[in-house]
């Protein structure tokens, strides 16, 4: 299982633009790289999912460079309802068997 | 579209008694995975099924283990439960074996006394 590795905590202020990197050195070939968010007592909730170069939604971008051993979610213009943990999770995409790993999080602590 | 739903959502019991959790995934889904989440860590896996079939497996003994029904619907089991059972656990479904993303529940906290 590929082994993810984040920023344990990172805080903001509303409106900047958070940027949280995940190093995943040991990715494999048909791994995808997914990041999902979670509030306490919740489930979590996918964000953004990639393979390679940069993809962008309705409320993040990824960017994950030409040799995938990291990835970085950006939020742009955070608000105080992005505060929570957000995961970086690595995938064997692989058709027959599938393991996904969650990373350690980074808890986001947007302020006023 | 109804998301994935688990039952019950908390439970409590004794050091080794067994278990039963269940979860029904979200329409359209054919794909259930399972995690537990200690207090204050991220989810770890714990195994998943694809059409009725495991198809993944982290690294938990074998007194956990599963079932996926013809509806996609789930449940995971637990035998001879430890208090280091006590989590939060998760299921997430998927079309596709997650190639577009899981959808989470909101999980069944497990407390064992």
């Known amino acids: 299982l590929a082994k993810t590795t984040q920023p344990i905590s990172m805080d903001s202020y509303e409106g900047q633009e958070v940027n949280i990197t995940c190093s995943h050195n040991?990715?494999?070939?048909?791994?995808?790289i997914t990041w999902y968010q979670q509030f306490p007592s919740q489930g979590p909730r996918f964000i953004i999912q990639?393979?390679?170069t940069k993809v962008t939604n309705e409320v993040a971008s990824l960017f994950i460079p030409a040799d995938r051993k990291s990835s970085t979610l950006s939020l742009p213009r955070v608000s105080l309802s992005d505060t929570a943990v957000y995961y970086c999770?690595?995938?064997?995409?692989?058709?027959?068997?599938?393991?996904?790993?969650f990373g350690s999080g980074t808890r986001l602590q947007v302020q006023p | 579209e109804t998301g994935v739903t688990q039952s019950p959502t908390h439970l409590i019991k004794t050091r080794g008694q067994q278990v039963t959790l269940r979860c029904s995934s979200q329409?359209?889904?054919?794909?259930v995975s399972w995690y537990q989440q200690a207090l204050g860590q991220g989810p770890q896996f714990i195994f998943q099924?694809?059409?009725?079939?495991?198809?993944g497996r982290g690294n938990f003994p074998p007194r956990f283990s599963g079932l996926q029904f013809p509806n996609y619907s789930s449940e995971l089991n637990v035998n001879a439960l430890e208090l280091d059972d006590s989590a939060l656990y998760l299921c997430?479904?998927?079309f596709g074996q997650g190639a577009y993303g899981y959808t989470f529940g909101s999980g069944t906290r497990l407390t064992v006394v």
């Open positions: 997430a479904s998927s």
């Open positions: 040991n990715i494999a070939t048909n791994d995808y």
């Open positions: 990639g393979y390679k």
């Open positions: 999770l690595v995938g064997d995409m692989d058709t027959g068997r599938r393991a996904l790993t």
């Open positions: 329409s359209g889904h054919n794909t």
């Open positions: 099924y694809y059409r009725e079939e495991e198809n």
